[in-house]
């Protein structure tokens, strides 16, 4: 067993693999070394706090699950955890296996845009490198794809809205985005969902991470307050936003 399951540990009460065989996330070293120390302690608290039993939970970079099982653990009516890596994918598969959670989870290799098109993930930094004519590549990520580099891994996108699983037309009550830098691109994808259901918004944004698709922060808040949305701060940060800073805002 050891060689096959490397590392498990709990998220209330649940088991989570954080790397499965060889296949580890890139994300092991926040958390999974230190069984002690509580990943993104301040986002699960809000997120516990406000997700509610019997919601529906939308995980848009689901990676290895941790937000896929925290709803589970927090009773959610069924979860879409969207996750085009494919080895961050591997080993969410594994965690809702492991949980007995398949007839309560769907899973999508896809990354959710606002147009549908060819795409790359540079496994090394979980990056979305969508064939789109407004994003700017890297000139090395460029040949680096052309070499058909292992890191580079081929997926494509998707519009939520135009999403024809029968599914994904319930009411979505919640959803937790971190896509690095692909966070405006996403919503807009997905504006008609949200103008009609209103979901909470879990939301990391990733200034330094938007500048290849030519996005910024202030342009997430100017498109979710024209539906209506208002955010708070969950994460500590200057109050001018940082173009190198990280952080998650709520949005309800």
């Not at 060689?3 to 926040?30: D, M, P, T, V």
Request: charged share 25%; with cysteine; hydrophobic share 35%.
């Amino acid at each position: 067993m050891r060689n096959q399951i490397e590392y498990i540990s709990s998220i209330n009460g649940l088991k989570y693999i954080s790397h499965l065989n060889k296949c580890r996330s890139i994300f092991y070293n926040f958390f999974y070394i230190n069984p002690k120390k509580q990943y993104e302690k301040k986002e699960t608290e809000i997120f516990s706090k406000f997700f509610k039993k019997g919601m529906t939970f939308l995980d848009v970079g689901a990676q290895t699950g941790y937000y896929s099982l925290l709803a589970h653990s927090l009773g959610a009516k069924i979860v879409f955890s969207f996750e085009p890596d494919i080895h961050s994918l591997k080993i969410l598969n594994s965690n809702i296996s492991l949980n007995n959670l398949n007839h309560k989870t769907i899973i999508f290799q896809k990354a959710l845009y606002d147009i549908t098109t060819k795409a790359h993930i540079k496994s090394t930094r979980m990056k979305l490198i969508p064939n789109d004519k407004r994003f700017s590549l890297k000139e090395t990520d460029k040949k680096d794809i052309k070499k058909k580099s292992e890191n580079f891994i081929r997926t494509y996108t998707e519009v939520f809205d135009n999403l024809k699983n029968v599914s994904l037309k319930k009411k979505i009550d919640f959803v937790k985005m971190d896509i690095e830098g692909a966070e405006l691109n996403a919503l807009k994808g997905m504006k008609k969902m949200l103008k009609r259901f209103k979901p909470k918004l879990l939301l990391s944004i990733h200034p330094q991470k938007m500048v290849p698709f030519k996005t910024n922060p202030r342009e997430i808040y100017i498109f979710l307050n024209s539906i209506g949305y208002k955010n708070s701060r969950v994460t500590a940060t200057n109050k001018k936003l940082n173009i190198n800073e990280n952080y998650v805002d709520l949005f309800i």
